[in-house]
Each structure stands twice: as structure tokens, then as C-alpha cells.
């Protein structure tokens, strides 16, 4: 399973989530690991696009990670969740900083999750793409 932040322009409109460049970047990155994208449940911490494309707000991830996204990983039951940038990081485990943490592991509630950069981030800065591929082979490994 991967949680990303919220949806964009697109997966707002079409409720698929990671279509527009990131998504295809991160598409790219999976399928370069060895995994196949339709093996993987993508989702976010909120499941609406905010306002301007802001941030999330505390009260609307808390929201909806209690009312969705909980019961999602409940029902997938994932061997481990990769946690695509701060935001999703910060609301699921509490850790800040992705450039410091990302491709460790942590263990939260029995639940085994990965900070990853998001591929947004990634789009923006090239020079992310060799890390965002490294962590995602650590990720498809440790599924393994």
C-alpha cells in the first residue's frame, strides 16, 4: 500500500488516484522495482483536493483518516505501507522531514510503514529520482 497527501487537479476529477506526472513518474519507479502497479493499493491521508491545492489541514487528515482511511488498511492488511512525503508521513507516524528519514522503516500500532519522497517532489527535483527509486527497491524487498 502507498499513502500519498491528497489528491490533485486530476485525481479529483476522475477518483484514480496518481494519474497526472507524478503519477506517472511514480509508475515508472514501481515498475523499474520489479512490482506491478495494479498489485498495489494507492490511496491518501485526505480524499479530497484542498482549496488551492494547499496542504491538508490537521482537523480534515485526522477526519478522514479516521473515517477511510483506517478501515482501507484494515481491509487490505498491507505486509508494509510506503508513506509518499511529509504530510502523509507526519499524519500516520508522527516523523518529520523526509529528506532525513526516508527508506527507514517504522513499526507504529503492529503496522510496518517506509517514508518515501513523493514523486511530486521528485517531478520538481530531478536529482530526487535516484533516492525515490532506491527506497521503492528497499520497499518491493522488504515485501519480498
Same mark, same amino acid.
Do not use: W
Given at each position: 500500500?502507498?499513502?500519498?497527501?491528497?489528491?490533485?487537479?486530476?485525481?479529483?476529477?476522475?477518483?484514480?488516484?496518481?494519474?497526472?506526472?507524478?503519477?506517472?513518474?511514480?509508475t515508472?519507479?514501481?515498475?523499474?522495482?520489479?512490482m506491478?502497479?495494479?498489485?498495489?493499493?494507492?490511496?491518501?491521508?485526505?480524499?479530497?483536493?484542498?482549496?488551492?491545492? $494547499?496542504?491538508?489541514?490537521?482537523l480534515?487528515?485526522?477526519?478522514?483518516?479516521? +473515517?477511510? #482511511?483506517?478501515?482501507? %488498511? &484494515?481491509?487490505?492488511?498491507?505486509?508494509?505501507?510506503?508513506?509518499?512525503?511529509?504530510?502523509?508521513?507526519?499524519?500516520?507516524?508522527g516523523?518529520?522531514?523526509?529528506?532525513?528519514?526516508?527508506?527507514?522503516?517504522?513499526?507504529?500500532?503492529?503496522?510496518?510503514?517506509m517514508?518515501?519522497?513523493?514523486?511530486a517532489?521528485?517531478? $520538481?527535483?530531478?536529482?530526487?529520482?535516484?533516492?525515490?527509486?532506491?527506497?521503492? +527497491?528497499? #520497499?518491493?524487498?522488504? %515485501? &519480498?
Amino acid at each position: 500500500m502507498l499513502v500519498g497527501e491528497a489528491p490533485g487537479e486530476k485525481e479529483d476529477q476522475t477518483g484514480k488516484p496518481f494519474i497526472g506526472r507524478s503519477g506517472r513518474l511514480l509508475t515508472d519507479i514501481i515498475t523499474e522495482s520489479g512490482m506491478d502497479r495494479r498489485d498495489i493499493y494507492i490511496t491518501s491521508i485526505v480524499k479530497c483536493r484542498p482549496e488551492n491545492n $494547499r496542504l491538508p489541514r490537521k482537523l480534515e487528515y485526522t477526519t478522514c483518516i479516521g +473515517l477511510y #482511511l483506517n478501515k482501507q %488498511i &484494515d481491509l487490505i492488511n498491507p505486509k508494509i505501507i510506503g508513506l509518499l512525503g511529509n504530510s502523509a508521513i507526519y499524519a500516520l507516524i508522527g516523523k518529520k522531514n523526509v529528506t532525513q528519514i526516508h527508506g527507514n522503516v517504522y513499526e507504529v500500532d503492529g503496522r510496518k510503514y517506509m517514508a518515501l519522497f513523493h514523486p511530486a517532489a521528485a517531478v $520538481r527535483f530531478r536529482k530526487l529520482i535516484p533516492q525515490l527509486e532506491e527506497d521503492m +527497491l528497499k #520497499l518491493k524487498n522488504l %515485501i &519480498d
